[in-house]
């Protein structure tokens, strides 16, 4: 899933090639991507594009006139820029991984696509980006919350520190890999309870948060947008590392699996060398 440094590199990237071109029209394939109705997405035709900004990990294309497309990639959506389209003719709706076209007035434009059957990326059509809900209820961002903000924030939710980091309405920008990675530097188990951190484990917790960010931010910052996704996976040390060697310690990188997600950690750097309870993996034990 795209996260807080993949998507502020996207819009950087939309930025760069799509300020003062004028859409051409719109192409709405997958319908349950587009949340709004009002206006119609025939509405944004002859419109420049203006901005491309980032608010958590939405993503919000601003155009002339005041209005936003905002998107939310959620866990399998991309965005493709095309310099050209192989074709004029509009896409025939339902088919493919294209689920809205957005065609410039130089013959480029962008595809938001989205992989598998899990159907979640979401396109809202606003004059306010405050009027989509998930960006309503946005925490202060991730990357930019100062030592204050972030303790207050983290210290407002009490919960396993994994869930409560990953909580948007808590802070805004982090997801299931990034958390992983910053519990990692900030030397904590995802199970840590957020109301017995210490003070000296919140400023540890809140420096890697920058840390990770930070790093992630600069290294995809100026990628094409399709090597994006290699650039996130390069800068892991323990997401999607299962079995691996820990780039600091040597232990191995290990993995708590849920229902639909799993989370990956080094016991020699988190958890005292001890690994975490797996409930999937007990149950097959016994
Ligand atoms: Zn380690």
């Known amino acids: 899933m795209p996260e807080l440094p993949e998507v502020e590199a996207l819009a950087g990237y939309l930025r760069e090639r799509t300020v003062g071109r004028r859409v051409d029209r719109v192409e709405v394939t997958a319908i349950n991507a587009l949340k709004t109705y009002d206006p119609d997405p025939s509405s944004v035709a002859g419109r420049a594009v203006v901005d491309a900004r980032r608010h958590g ?42 689920a809205l076209r957005v065609r410039l007035d130089d013959g480029s434009g962008f595809d938001l696509t989205e992989a598998g059957t899990q159907k979640k990326l979401a396109v809202y059509l606003v004059s306010d980006p405050a009027q989509v809900p998930g960006v309503a209820k946005l925490g202060p961002d991730a990357l930019t919350a100062d030592l204050a903000t972030f303790t207050e924030r983290l210290r407002s939710r009490r919960g396993q520190v994994k ?46 948060t920058r840390q990770v ?74």
Do not use: M
């Open 163 to 208: 869930g409560v980091l990953t909580d948007q309405q808590v802070l805004a920008g982090v997801g299931n890999a990034y958390s992983d990675e910053i519990l990692h530097a900030a030397r904590l188990s995802p199970f840590a309870l957020t109301d017995r951190l210490t003070d000296a484990q919140l400023v540890a917790l809140h420096e890697a």
């Open 57 to 98: 990990k939405f993503l919000d294309v601003v155009l002339d006139g005041g209005l936003h497309l905002v998107v939310h990639l959620a866990r399998a959506g991309w965005l493709h820029y095309r310099e050209a389209f192989p074709s004029a003719a509009p896409l025939r709706p339902g088919k493919g991984p294209v």
């Open 213 to 286: 960010l930070g790093d992630a931010v600069t290294r995809s910052v100026g990628q094409r947008a399709a090597e994006l996704k290699g650039e996130k996976r390069a800068g892991l040390k323990v997401h999607a590392r299962t079995g691996l060697p820990c780039p600091v310690c040597g232990d191995t990188v290990r993995e708590v699996s849920f229902a639909d997600s799993s989370l990956q950690y080094c016991p020699g750097c988190q958890t005292g060398g001890k690994p975490l309870a797996d409930r999937r993996l007990s149950r097959l034990v016994r």
